[in-house]
């Protein structure tokens, strides 16, 4: 496989991951201020902090062009500001339109490489994407588009899964998407869990977290798991630690090791994967104070960092030799 197409496999797998996580935490969060108290501090605002925006700069930049400088949003016009930044705005890097385009460019880049019925599910995904995203102005529009954005996410893993050939590609691409969920599973952790917490050194109180779970679809599968335990289990250690949940960091780690392990520059992938893993296996969590927990949440995405771009590590590589290269000739 050229290397240049495995930049463009590994983005298309974490570009259709976050298509599907951001639609599900705008459900999530619709869910849990509808159902929260009026004086709740939680707000829209947060979910453009859990995919590392600035909310102060959108949401001002928002203000000023609706009422002018001096201008406040109402909490309304937030929720409307918000909506547009992470649903179609074009100018915004964690949109949903603009992921869809970034997802269908890197297919398009590596079409030979993608079976045809995933082609095709891709394409429909980003012109229903395309016709329907403009349109969601009520919360039950908007339920319901995010949920079929979820929904045809989940065909496109499906066809890819059932029509692909088991190869360094598709390696690759699974590899893109588990990363990918392992980074969102911090994130909301962090800032929709973890910053919700006053900072301390006691050892924090367990809770179950319905809000996170519902966000990574995870409701039903913690509580059967809660069941068969003799004590009570922090929705935050079974993210972390459960390896038979799909989105736990423990899942996602062992995906992203298993497909390493047949590319050619697994070594140095598998390090940072042993790295990530013995995070998790060489502290008792549930013993952790909220002030440890963070610390230990900003070390994992430090991780998931060094992660990405030890996958990457070849290609930029090959980028660089040939710069290198012209450097030599002009010197010489």
């Given at each position: ?157 499906g066809v890819l899964d059932g029509t692909m050939l088991r190869s360094e590609a598709f390696d690759l691409f699974n590899i893109g ?156």
């Amino acid at each position: 496989m050229l290397l240049k197409s495995v930049e463009h496999i590994f983005w298309l797998g974490r570009y259709l991951e976050r298509l599907d996580d951001t639609a599900r935490l705008i459900n999530a969060t619709s869910h849990l201020l509808i159902d929260s108290h009026q004086d709740t501090q939680f707000g829209w605002p947060i979910l453009l902090e859990v995919l590392g925006q600035d909310s102060k700069a959108i949401l001002g930049t928002a203000a000023a062009a609706v009422e002018g400088e001096q201008g406040k949003l109402s909490v309304a016009d937030t929720e409307k500001a918000v909506m547009a930044y992470l649903i179609n705005a074009a100018d915004s890097p964690v949109s949903i339109l603009y992921t869809s385009s970034a997802l269908k460019y890197n297919a398009r880049t590596i079409r030979p490489l993608i079976p045809r019925d995933m082609w095709e599910e891709l394409n429909a995904l980003d012109l229903f994407l395309q016709q329907n995203c403009s349109m969601a102005v009520s919360r039950q529009q908007r339920y319901q588009l995010m949920s079929e954005v979820s929904r045809r996410c989940q065909m496109v893993v499906g066809v890819l899964d059932g029509t692909m050939l088991r190869s360094e590609a598709f390696d690759l691409f699974n590899i893109g998407r588990h990363v990918e969920r392992a980074d969102m599973t911090t994130r909301i952790m962090d800032v929709m869990v973890l910053q919700q917490l006053q900072p301390t050194q006691i050892k924090r109180p367990k809770f179950r977290w319905t809000s996170i779970l519902n966000a990574l679809g995870g409701v039903e599968s913690y509580q059967h798991y809660v069941a068969h335990q003799a004590a009570d289990v922090d929705a935050i250690d079974y993210l972390l630690t459960y390896a038979d949940f799909p989105r736990s960091i423990a899942y996602c780690l062992n995906r992203a090791g298993a497909s390493a392990r047949g590319l050619p520059h697994s070594v140095s992938i598998l390090q940072q994967v042993y790295q990530l893993q013995s995070l998790l296996q060489h502290q008792a969590l549930s013993e952790l104070s909220t002030e440890q927990l963070h610390s230990l949440i900003d070390h994992i995405q430090a991780g998931i960092i060094s992660l990405h771009q030890a996958i990457l590590a070849p290609c930029q590589a090959s980028c660089q030799a040939p710069l290198a290269a012209q450097t030599q000739q002009k010197s010489a």
